[in-house]
């Protein structure tokens, strides 16, 4: 099976521009092709997770990987896929994320002895004058397709800024600067990037005469057709202090039995062959030992095989059939800082231990009956404990498998 082949039977392969032709560079291992980050936030998430795992595929096989951090687009904003205008970042918060993105993407990618390249797109998109790109990039666009472009559908509805209308020449505008720099001839991406990509392809063929590709990897979407990714407290983060690995193994062991196979096929690097045998266990109790796979897997690739080992036992020591084990349990470790007056009330500790990504909603799980405390329902947000309380250590418990021992450092 070529790897190109395999792509496909992953169910990764969502759109291409000429199949032939990049069929041709990648499974030959003669492809240079990038993939674009934008530094929204100082970790990169589960919605990256595939992306990445695609460089990865596609390096194990001699493809030259280019990772792309958008340092330049990211003072922009990409309108693709929202309803409303991305928070503006200061160029300090944008250089910060950078920094953590690089770090994060040496875990999947090998950047050793020019195996792969990681690029910042503020290196040329900020020393552009107005002036000259709007003559000799700006001309190479048609507004009306721009306006008919998927991307903006969205935005149009509720009203689309001229600084996001922007986004596809910038990003069209990396393409092009990377197939003139280091002769990056395929873009790949997200599903919902398919036409920013196509402008990229479109400006270099306007301005060098060549040919260059682009290929949009799946969405990650569960069985009803949302992006996988989120839960009731927020994003599943890469890094380890926004999500434990705990917290991310066990997102991945809790998602849905129709969605595991796909998981394990488009995320993990287990075999097709084993993962088909696995297929016979869908409608069976053994789905729930593929879920283990895919959770144990994915931690491993993530954060290590030793936090995965760890919060796999920890997660069998705390729903398995010998009862709840506190000593293995999640733990947030509250300063006398977090106390008021010497205690500390429900809502914050549920916000502080990451339980609830905010106040407000943790006044909504305690509405709802979802929290617990050592066994005991919640009722009232005015609930709080003392310092002697957490010195001795309490168990909070929201929904049905989210814990943390919170005790008083």
């Not at 970042?89 to 990681?118: P, Y």
């Not at 088909?276 to 409608?283: C, S």
């Amino acid at each position: 099976m070529t790897l190109y082949e395999e792509l496909k039977a992953r169910g990764l392969i969502a759109q291409v521009t000429d199949e032939e032709e990049i069929k041709e560079l990648i499974n030959n291992g003669k492809a240079t092709f990038y993939i674009g980050f934008d530094p929204t936030a100082d970790s990169l998430h589960v919605g990256h997770f595939m992306a990445l795992c695609m460089m990865k595929r596609l390096q194990m096989a001699g493809n030259r990987p280019i990772a792309l951090i958008g340092g330049g687009t990211g003072m922009i904003g990409d309108p693709s896929g929202r309803t409303d205008m991305r928070k503006m970042l200061t160029v300090e918060d944008i250089q910060h994320n950078c920094e953590c993105f690089k770090k994060q993407m040496s875990k999947f990618i090998d950047f050793s002895d020019g195996k792969a390249l990681m690029v910042n797109n503020a290196d040329w998109l900020l020393d552009l004058n107005y002036v000259e790109m709007l003559r000799d990039v700006g001309a190479c666009f048609s507004v009306n397709r721009m306006l008919a472009a998927e991307c903006y559908k969205q935005r149009m509805e509720k009203g689309l800024s001229f600084l996001e209308f922007n986004y596809m020449i910038m990003q069209s505008y990396d393409f092009y600067a990377l197939y003139k720099e280091y002769g990056c001839q395929i873009q790949f991406g997200g599903d919902d990037q398919w036409s920013n990509m196509l402008g990229g392809t479109e400006l270099i063929r306007k301005k060098l005469g060549k040919d260059a590709y682009a290929m949009t990897i799946t969405l990650l979407l569960n069985s009803e057709g949302k992006k996988m990714g989120k839960t009731q407290s927020g994003a599943v983060w890469l890094s380890p202090e926004k999500t434990s690995p705990y917290d991310f193994y066990q997102y991945w062991r809790n998602v849905g039995d129709a969605d595991v196979m796909k998981c394990l096929k488009m995320l993990t690097f287990l075999p097709l062959e084993q993962i088909l045998e696995m297929e016979k266990w869908e409608g069976t109790s053994r789905i729930n030992e593929a879920k283990e796979i895919l959770a144990f897997e994915l931690t491993k690739l993530v954060h290590s095989e030793e936090e995965a080992t760890k919060a796999q036992n920890t997660a069998r020591a705390l729903f398995g059939a010998g009862g709840m084990d506190v000593a293995n349990m999640p733990t947030w470790e509250a300063s006398a800082d977090d106390l008021t007056d010497g205690s500390i009330d429900i809502l914050t500790i549920l916000q502080k231990s990451g339980l609830c990504p905010s106040k407000s909603e943790a006044r909504r799980a305690v509405q709802q009956g979802g929290v617990e405390v050592d066994g005991n329902k919640v009722t009232e947000f005015a609930v709080s404990f003392n310092a002697e309380a957490l010195t001795n250590g309490i168990t909070v418990r929201r929904g049905k498998k989210n814990y943390r021992r919170i005790v008083l450092k």
